[in-house]
């Protein structure tokens, strides 16, 4: 790695370190409802975009790199991440995702970086493919990606995936960015109702 990028590689371990710690604080809490207005949230553990990436998915590639976009280095040198350039995008196969199989709604962000003070643009596009149990494709999503890593929401309030449907390898999340945007991790928030509330 390049003596230019190694800080932005510590700033991003900051980062995702920060919100485990978070959540074991609240964890150890007797008095923390876990579950506020009778909804749980769940949040996927690190490295999730290196687990999807490194495993083939029906033995093919279960994340892509097109044009100048490229596979790249996650959180940490052993791990898998996306460098994004205007002419290409990341294409993360859904089928590899844990965390879509659940009871509620789901967000997904991810972690990452934009070399530009002022930050760069980003689409996400959600796609089920030929899936016929899925959901209904929702729009593209549009956001912004900061100078300073950070975790970005790019699906919100996405609908379950039906227990017993199969997703297909077409189902896919693009993300089409601005010049040099760094994704180095993901992660699924799952929001389940709880029967009868919180107490």
């Given amino acids: 790695m390049s003596a ?3 800080p932005r590689s510590r ?3 900051r980062a995702i370190l920060a919100v485990p710690a978070a959540a074991l604080i609240a964890a150890s809490l007797p008095t923390a409802c876990a579950c506020p207005d009778g909804t749980c949230t769940t949040v996927s553990d690190t490295r ?3 687990r999807v990436c490194k495993e083939p998915l029906d033995g093919r590639p279960a994340c892509e790199a097109t044009g100048a976009s490229s596979v790249s280095e996650g959180i940490t040198a052993d791990s898998r991440g996306f460098r994004l350039e205007p002419t290409g995008a990341a294409l993360i ?3 590899a995702v844990d965390g879509l199989r659940i009871d509620g709604d789901y967000d ?3 972690l990452a970086a934009a070399d530009a003070e002022d930050g760069a643009g980003l689409v996400s596009e959600l796609t089920w493919g030929s899936c016929g149990d899925c959901p209904q494709d929702p729009p593209s999503f549009t956001v912004r990606i900061p100078h300073e890593p950070a975790w970005v929401k790019i699906q919100i309030n996405q609908p379950q995936i039906g227990p017993t449907a199969v997703v297909p390898y077409d189902a ?3 993300l089409r960015g601005g010049k040099g945007i760094d994704i180095v991790d993901m992660r699924v928030i799952a929001m389940e109702p709880l029967l009868g509330g919180c107490n």
């Fill in 108 to 110: 997904v962000e991810i």
């Fill in 11 to 13: 700033r991003f371990r």
């Fill in 93 to 95: 196969h859904l089928g």
């Fill in 48 to 50: 999730l975009l290196d």
């Fill in 172 to 174: 896919v999340l693009t």
């Fill in 4 to 6: 230019e990028r190694t």
